[in-house]
Structure formats: C-alpha cells, structure tokens
C-alpha cells in the first residue's frame, strides 16, 4: 500500500505582501499544524521553505521563522519534502520573476543555503508544478510577470528546465541520499470538434514539454521542436539541455478536476476554449499510465482535493483512492497519496491573484472565518484511518455530490462504480 501524506499550501500573492502561509496562520500555529499530522499516522509531508520571506533582500537570509518548523519535524521524526519555490514564491526583488536572466543562479544560490542549514533533508521539489506555474506566469497573462505570448513561454520553459537541471544536480553532487521529487500536473486533452483537433495534439506533446527539457529529450525529432525554434528557442539552448540533465528519482503528478479538458472551437480569440463540463473523463489511473509509461519512473499521487462540502470531499476522496489503488493492482509502483493542502486554503476561488483571505474549502481539517481553529470531521477521521492503513478506498462511505458538483462531475459518475447514496449528512 502507499503512503497517505500532508501539506500545507504557501503560495505567495503577489503584490499583496502575503501568502497563504499566512493568510491561512500556519505562520503562527505551525506547531499545532504538524501535530496534527503527526497524531494521524502521517510521517510524510510537502513543505514549503518560503523564499520569497526568507530572502527579502538580495543576498540577506532570514532564517527566524523557518527554523521553528523544521527543527520541530527533524526531532519527531517528520520527513518533509521540501519545496522551496511553490508558483510565484520568489521574491518580490526579482524582477520579471522566471524571465530574469539571473534567475537560475540566485535560486541555486539559495536551494544551496537549504541545503548547508537543512543538510539531514534528503527530499526535494525543486520547482512545484512548473508547467502549469510557466504558462499561468508567461502564456495566459494571470501571473507575475503577466506576460501572454508564446515566445515569453518558450523563454521561460528553458529558464525554468535550466534551473531545476542545475539545482538538482547539485544536490545529488553534495548528498548522494537526496531524491528529488518531480511535482507536476498529470494532464489529458480532447477535442470536442475537428477544428480543435490541432490545438489538442499541441497541448497533449506541451504536457510533457518540462519534463522533456529536464530529462534532456528535446532534439529534432521532438513533436514540440519546431514549435520551440520558431518561438525563440537556439540550439545551443536545447543542446545544453540534452548535455546537463537534470535528476528525477519520484515522479509526484497532481490530478483535480480541471486536469483533464475537452475543446471547442471558438471564434473569440482565435483558439479553442475549454468546455465548462468534462464529459468524457479518462480518471486518474489512466492519465498517469500516459507519464508512466513516457518516463519509466517511480510515482505518487502528489496532489489532489476537491472544492466542496466535506461529504464531497469524502467521495473525491473514495474516488482518488480507489484509482490509486487501480494502479497498484496495475503493477505500478506508486510511493503515495497527498491530499492537498491539510487544511483549508485561502484565495484558491480567485488563482491567488489578490488576497481577499477568505476560506476555500479544500482541506481536510476545515478552517472557519477567522482561521484559528483546525476542526476535525469524518474526513479526518478517514484519513487518518488511511494514513495508518486500517482501510481501503471500499470503507469509505459512498456520500453523493450536491446539485452543483453532481452537474460539473456527471462526466466522472460511470468511473465511480460505487453505488452513491443519496444520504450526505455528516456525523
């Protein structure tokens, strides 16, 4: 069986001088944060060494509230998988964020101080989720630095594949035991209609564009090469890349609702849409089988959660487990399960693009409006059942999805085999 895991989301806003670490008090209220998963058989979490607060200033490091947290895992036996730069956590000096020409060495030169300070961490996510962060920052225009073109993600992939090449890398070089953990979204495309078949096969070669660059297999013959010369992209970028790979030991694939999207051909801005309903889900199991079989390497189920009453919650979670679960029955070797965040985000309704601090309702533990208290529920309780292996996807009651849920998953129903109930009060 694997692993069930913890975490608590961080990500900087940007321009509002806060992140979700504090937004959501696990600044102040860490220590009962990590009890909490302590006290539910969970030994392994995602944890964030935020840079953006610890270097504030060029070259000045700050290490007063960091050292509180991971003095306190080292000491009860807690295994962090450290996270240094999770989306738009750099800080705010850095001009142009992933476009910065300085930006790989002053982030190497950082995950180094990481490593000196925090030498008994042996895992690392050198960049969360860089794909889905590399689009948001430099193709969709929804992020800092706000930019929207093709040849800013083009320029920006290679930074960003450059960066984790050399950080981990470097890791391996100084502590051979550091695995590095991998986190990306697993993502699957379909075209509703003829006219989106094109954009489709486009995104569908794209999903795998990070991971390609960072394993050095983007030569000529690469579906995505002519895309990446005709968008700014030299030869000597690439063949850099293809001689100074960098290393992946666990490959983590995060996996919501919206990872899966059908298209639909539009006239509004030239480019197909998203259909607001996936009809036509694969599930998890078998949008992973497409990373595993591309790559070959070991895997976990990095992220997942679902926005929503916690009897939702609870048959989100039924499904994510039972597909887990498919995959381990496959033959795949499949290290864990991370529901994330722990508790309650903030700012998740709006893609963290201004701090309006209220509560998403994502995590296991809930928050309420003033986000003090950690309350426990049904869900917690199952997944701490899970997370010291007293049971199985098939214990977890089969709760239905309200109206509005049931509407937006109906292409999921037929995956859940389980004879949803039309009961869904809480205990």
């Known amino acids: 069986m694997f692993n069930h895991l913890g975490g608590f989301e961080s990500t900087h806003i940007f321009n509002s001088g806060q992140d979700i670490l504090g937004t959501t008090r696990h600044i102040e209220l860490w220590r009962n944060d990590l009890c909490l998963l302590l ?15 610890i270097e504030q200033k060029p070259g000045e490091f700050d290490w007063t509230w960091m050292d509180g947290p991971m003095r306190f895992m080292q000491s009860v036996g807690l295994e962090p998988i450290v996270d240094p730069l999770h989306h738009t956590s750099f800080p705010t000096w850095l001009t142009d964020g992933f476009l910065n020409g300085d930006f790989p060495a002053l982030y190497r030169r950082f995950i180094n101080r990481v490593s000196d300070r925090y030498n008994w961490v042996t895992k690392y996510t050198v960049i969360n989720e860089p794909l889905a962060t590399t689009l948001f920052c430099s193709f969709t225009g929804m992020w800092y630095p706000y930019r929207a073109s093709d040849r800013d993600f083009v320029a920006m ?9 050399e950080c981990s890398r470097e890791l391996k070089r100084k502590n051979k035991q550091v695995e590095i953990v991998y986190v ?49 992209a ?38 197909p849409d998203i259909h607001p309903v996936n009809r036509h889900p694969r599930g998890f199991a078998a949008v992973a089988e497409d990373y595993l079989n591309a790559y070959g390497l070991p895997a976990m189920l990095s992220e997942t959660n679902i926005r929503g009453a ?23 070797d499949l290290r864990g399960f991370c529901w994330y965040p722990s508790i309650d ?13 209220i509560v998403d309702p994502q995590g296991i533990w809930t928050l309420d409006r003033d986000r003090v208290i950690r309350h426990p529920s049904e869900l917690s309780r199952i997944y701490t059942a899970l ?8 214990d977890i009651p089969p709760y239905a999805f309200d109206e509005e849920l049931q509407s937006r998953l109906r292409g999921y129903l037929p995956l859940m085999d389980w004879a949803l109930s039309s009961d869904t009060r809480i205990a």
């Open 310 to 332: 916690l009897h939702e919650r609870i048959a989100w979670l039924k499904f994510m487990e039972a597909e887990c679960e498919e995959l381990l029955l496959a033959g795949r």
């Open 345 to 357: 985000s903030t700012d998740w309704a709006n893609a963290c693009t201004r701090c309006t601090e």
């Open 184 to 232: 990306g979204t697993a993502e699957h495309h379909r075209a509703i209609d003829q006219r989106s078949v094109a954009w489709v096969k486009h995104a569908n070669a794209r999903r795998f564009l990070i991971l390609d660059l960072v394993l050095g297999r983007v030569d000529r013959h690469h579906p995505l090469f002519t895309y990446l010369k005709r968008h700014g």
């Open 387 to 394: 997370a010291r292996g007293e049971i199985t996807s098939k």
């Open 39 to 53: 006290e539910s058989g969970i030994r392994t979490l995602r944890y964030s060494i935020p840079w953006h607060r």
């Open 234 to 271: 030299s030869e000597d970028d690439l063949a850099w890349l293809r001689d100074h790979p960098g290393c992946i030991d666990v490959l983590g694939l995060d996996y919501y609702i919206h990872s899966e999207m059908e298209w639909f051909s539009s006239t509004k801005n030239g480019r």
């Open 157 to 165: 992939s290679l930074q960003v594949a450059r960066c984790i090449c």
